[in-house]
């Protein structure tokens, strides 16, 4: 019943900045905890960030002082920030959704997934 739609990828070069977005249709958003993870070709999915009903926020230490996660309760929206872009960036970027509205790094623990957007940066 809950769907998440990731948008807003695409090919950037090294410095620039980029915003993805993820719309979340059904249930009941505003009372969700979001997060963000990535995963590149031939590795493991990583988390990359969370925010909590409060709007609360927690970033993996590589996107620290790079990427801002905010949430749009109204738009039923959350919004990943990317800014001095790497090359090691380059993944497909994810969102998750976490019914209980406890906010966490494990993806294990997040209840709902959406297919995703590429970000591709060159360097």
């Known amino acids: 019943q809950v769907q998440l739609v990731e948008s807003g990828g695409g090919l950037v070069q090294a410095g620039d900045t980029l915003r993805v977005s993820c719309v979340a249709s059904?249930?009941?958003?505003?009372?969700?905890?979001m997060g963000w993870f990535r995963q590149a070709p031939g590795k493991e999915r990583e988390f990359v960030a969370t925010?909590?009903?409060?709007?609360?926020?927690f970033y993996a230490d590589s996107v620290k002082g790079r990427f801002i996660i905010t949430r749009d309760n109204a738009k039923r929206t959350v919004y990943l920030q990317m800014t001095s872009l790497k090359s090691e960036d380059t993944a497909l970027y994810s969102c998750?959704?976490?019914?209980?509205?406890?906010?966490?790094?494990?993806?294990?623990?997040?209840?709902?997934w959406g297919q995703g957007t590429q970000v591709t940066v060159s360097s």
């Open positions: 925010i909590s009903t409060g709007s609360s926020t």
């Open positions: 059904g249930g009941t958003f505003n009372m969700y905890a």
């Open positions: 998750a959704a976490e019914k209980a509205g406890i906010p966490s790094l494990y993806e294990f623990e997040y209840d709902y």
